[in-house]
C-alpha cells in the first residue's frame, strides 16, 4: 500500500498480471517435496506452527497479496492474509495423511491454467491491447 500511490492504473494492472503468471509458472512448475519436521524437538503445536510459517515464506500467495493490495487498497491485503491462514490452519488441523490424499497435481494444473489466463487477461487490459 505504501507503493500503490506511486504508480499509475496500468502499471499496478500490470503489477498484478506479473504476479498471477509468476504464481502461475511456479504453480505449474515441479513441485519439491518438503523436508521432513521429525528431528525437530519444540512439541507438535510448536513445530506444526513453525514448519508452515517456514514453508509459507516466500510464497507465492504473498506477492499476489502484494500485487492485489497495490490495485485494490487494504482490504483485500486484510482478506489475503485471512484466506493464508485460513488454508495454512486448515492444512495444519488435518494432518498429513488427510492432505495427502488430496488431488494436488489437478488443482495445481487447475490453479496454473486459470491464474495463466487471468495474467494474459491483465496483461492484455493493462497493455491496453483489449
Not at 492432505?99 to 491483465?122: D, K, N
Amino acid at each position: 500500500m505504501l507503493v500503490a500511490p506511486l504508480l499509475t492504473p496500468n502499471a499496478k494492472q500490470l503489477l498484478l498480471a506479473l504476479a498471477l503468471g509468476f504464481a502461475a509458472l511456479g504453480s505449474l512448475g515441479r513441485l519439491k517435496s518438503p523436508d521432513r519436521l521429525e528431528g525437530w524437538r519444540l512439541g507438535g503445536a510448536a513445530t506444526a506452527f513453525i514448519g508452515i510459517f517456514i514453508l509459507a515464506l516466500g510464497d507465492s500467495t504473498q506477492f499476489l497479496t502484494f500485487a492485489i493490495s497495490a490495485r485494490s487498497g487494504w482490504l483485500a491485503a486484510v482478506g489475503a492474509t485471512f484466506g493464508a491462514f485460513a488454508v495454512a490452519l486448515t492444512a495444519a488441523l488435518l494432518g498429513e495423511q488427510a492432505w495427502r490424499r488430496l488431488p494436488l497435481a489437478v488443482v495445481r494444473i487447475g490453479f496454473g491454467l486459470l491464474a495463466l489466463g487471468a495474467a494474459a487477461i491483465s496483461a492484455a487490459s493493462a497493455l491496453r491491447l483489449i
